[in-house]
């Protein structure tokens, strides 16, 4: 009944707020590209059948040399920039959701962990917490690929999710310490609740809701730092497609005016960004009790 | 690696043998704690030069660009923080927290690239890479003393500073915009206090905590999106230098570097605990 009620306020402010509105709507769009981006690409700008050297540095086609075939123009390799987008926006999307699952499951059960047993596992936690927060995720996972000179979609995954779990460790641990002593708790004890039936089934799903502003933020730090990484030359390799890495190649061709290689992976890469952000500010906003 | 791409199998060999590469991991390790605690980070693979001395000489030029940011970008967010949130309906307020907006969501390498594209390649009004001409002061070669140089800081420091001036800017705001609403400001404001010492006196002190939390995180930050911006600009600093390394599998210049940016940090976050307890009396310790 609660939840039935909290739902529909959900919705209601939910469906008035356009500038949620507007970013659900983005992250929609980006979606669906990354999901059915293969069979809308117009090439698939890594088959090296698909694609020709003759095509190369093409600028968009409603320009004086530009071709229907390439309407966002091409690559130093002849690549399609609209294609190569939509499957950079695969990549981005493909590390983002494969960071939070990773870090987000490890660090939600390290921070309750922590916060329910207390002691030396939660001062570890803290300690551990402290110096991965002021290192910052990027140097550390820039770091990590730079040293060990691993390269590929899962290994940025491990090591971005490496220093990024701790970031849902923290926000868990505060959430539980803050619940833990309620009544409802003592209660679930006194009925004979052993300690696994309380942290799943009262702790974990009343905890929860601050996490999902960190998922959301989470998605967009992410999405960037990969980003960072692979125009930097230590994320995915140059036979995957990232949206950081045509921004990478684009950059040694400014001086030479072609401005597409950078401005459209750019806006996408904004666009992306942006549209999850205005889903968190919401989100932030609508689970702030202070603010209402 | 160190003998060459030319290096016969026997210069491989003996090099090993001169770097200790052959032994095992622990025994290497140990030979470099031994030799790191003396101060002596070994030589970089590639210069034949003392790592720590390589660095040294690079690090001016990151701290300028580093402390440029941070500086500036504190005073701004912090500013145009309170600005906003006492105005949160005016033009230029929606106009500042939609800025803000791009700055979280724009990486900060893209901001280079663009800024480069704007400022240098159309507008020719600031140049695109290096550091211009510098002045020598004992060890400490500066680039802040020349018209040149702070030209040629203008873009790599607002490149480096956009994401962090525009999160101080949204602490800040929503910090105030929750404190504003407090009984205790209503009070100030009831005893007829004048609204520079209700805003200042009252209200930031108590939104700067957060915001120094966040201001000694931004460090690390700082360092990581220097290497970013350092090689977008070619500002000869510590970052693109590390980028470099990584790319030679220069070792000890990337240990070296590490150690040196621990230090760093841990000095700052010592420092910032500090400075809590002179904001908040109640987590002194005496």
Redesign the interface.
Known sequence: MISHLLKSKFLHDYLRDPSVLVGSFILLVFILAALFGPWIAPQNPYDLKAISLEDFLKPPSWMAEGEAKFPLGTDDQGRDILSTILYGCRTSLIVAFGVVLVSGSFGITMGMLAAYYGGRLDALLMRLA?TF????T??IA??LL??F?QKGVLVVIIAISIADWVRYARTMRGSVLEIKETAFITAARASGAGDMRILLRHLLPNALPPIFVVVAVDL?VVI?IE??LS????GVPLTEPSL?MM??I??DY??A?M?WM?VFP?IT??LL??GI??FA?WLREELNP??Q | MLAGVYGTEQDRVEIRKAYALDKPFYIQYALFIARAARGDFGNSYVNRISALKLIMERAPATVELVTTSAVVALILGIGLGVMVSLKPRSAVSRLIMAASLGGISIPTFLIGVLLIMVFSVYLHILPPFGRGETVTMGFWRTGLLTWSGITHLILPALTLMGYQLAVLLRLTRAGMREVLTEEYIKTAWAKGLSARRVIFKHALKNVLIPVITISGLMLGELLAFSVVTETIFQWPGMGNLLLKSIYDSDQPIIVTYIMLASVVILSINIIVDILYAFLNPRIRYD
């Open positions: 402290d927060f002021s290192f910052s990027t140097l820039f770091l730079g040293v000179k967009a960037m980003a960072t125009f930097l030359g230590v950081g921004i990478s684009g950059k400014i001086y005016g401005w950078i750019g890469l904004i960004v942006v952000n205005l500010d202070k603010i």
